[in-house]
C-alpha cells in the first residue's frame, strides 16, 4: 500500500519567518496531495491541495509544490503568524476500485509553532 | 448547517466492552470514512462507506465492525475492546462528485481502554 513520510515532525519559527514541511510518497498511483491543518482538540481542516497534473497551487500566505517524478511534495507558509501554529498533516490520495472515493494516506504529521 | 457531529466526545472503557461510536453528517455526503489518530502515527484509515449499504475496510479494520443504513449516519462499532484501541477516533465524510473532494472532519471521540 501507499507509505507517506512527513518532516520535520516539529518545527518552530519565529513570527514573519517562512515555514517549509516536506513530504514523499511511494505510490505513483496516488494523484491527489491535500494538506490539512489540526489545532488542539479538534479535527483535521483540509488547508490547500494540488492535483498530480499541477506542479504548484498557492492560496495567498501558503503554498504547495509537487514533484511526481521524485515522488515529494511540500508546503510553505510565508510571513507565519501565531495562529498558524498547529500540527500540519500531509496526505496522498488514490482511487479506491471503481469509485471515486479516495483513500487518503496521511503523513506523521508537523508540529508548528510560531513564536511572536 | 452542523457538518459533521461525532458522539461521545471522551469513553472511558474496560477490556471486553463493547460500545458504538456515532458518527452523522447532514451535508449529503455519499462517502463517509473512520480514522483513528495515534501519536507519531497520522491519521490511518479504519473503513468507509461510499453509499447507504456499501462498506469496505481501510488500513486498520481488525476489531472494528462498521455498517450504514442511511446517508447520514456511519457507526462504528468496537464489540471486545482492548487495551490497543486506545486512540482517538476521527469520522470524515465527503461528496461523491470528484475523486479530489475535500474530506470533512468531525471534532472526534478520544476513547481509552483500560
Known amino acids: 500500500g501507499e507509505n507517506v513520510e512527513q518532516h520535520p515532525s516539529t518545527l518552530s519559527v519565529q513570527e514573519g519567518d517562512s515555514a517549509v514541511i516536506k513530504c514523499t510518497y511511494s505510490?505513483?498511483?496516488?494523484?491527489?496531495f491535500p494538506w490539512y491543518k489540526q489545532e488542539l482538540g479538534k479535527g483535521p481542516q483540509l488547508i490547500i491541495d494540488?492535483?498530480?497534473?499541477?506542479g504548484e497551487k498557492k492560496d495567498q500566505r501558503i503554498a504547495v509544490t509537487l514533484n511526481k517524478t521524485a515522488k515529494h511534495f511540500s508546503l510553505h507558509i510565508t510571513e507565519t503568524q501565531p495562529e498558524d501554529s498547529a500540527v500540519y498533516f500531509c496526505?496522498?490520495?488514490?482511487?479506491?476500485?471503481?469509485?471515486?472515493?479516495?483513500?487518503?494516506?496521511f503523513g506523521q504529521g508537523t508540529i508548528l509553532t510560531v513564536h511572536p | 448547517n452542523a457538518g459533521v457531529t461525532q458522539t461521545p466526545k471522551f469513553q472511558v472503557l474496560k477490556t471486553g466492552q463493547s460500545m458504538t461510536l456515532q458518527c452523522a453528517q447532514d451535508?449529503?455526503?455519499?462517502?463517509m470514512s473512520w480514522y483513528r489518530q495515534d501519536p507519531g502515527m497520522g491519521l490511518r484509515l479504519i473503513h468507509y462507506?461510499?453509499?447507504?449499504?456499501?462498506?469496505d475496510q481501510g488500513e486498520v479494520p481488525n476489531g472494528y465492525n462498521v455498517s450504514r443504513s442511511t446517508t447520514e449516519d456511519f457507526p462504528l462499532r468496537l464489540l471486545s475492546a482492548a487495551p490497543s484501541q486506545t486512540s482517538v477516533y476521527f469520522c470524515?465524510?465527503?461528496?461523491?462528485?470528484?475523486?479530489?473532494?475535500?474530506?470533512?472532519f468531525g471534532p472526534g471521540t478520544r476513547l481509552t481502554v483500560l
Open positions: 462507506s461510499v453509499g447507504a449499504g456499501i462498506t
Open positions: 470524515a465524510s465527503s461528496s461523491g462528485v470528484r475523486f479530489y473532494n475535500e474530506q470533512f
Open positions: 494540488i492535483r498530480s497534473n499541477v
Open positions: 451535508m449529503n455526503h455519499e462517502y
Open positions: 496526505a496522498a490520495s488514490m482511487r479506491a476500485g471503481g469509485t471515486s472515493y479516495g483513500k487518503l494516506t
Open positions: 505510490d505513483s498511483a496516488s494523484n491527489y
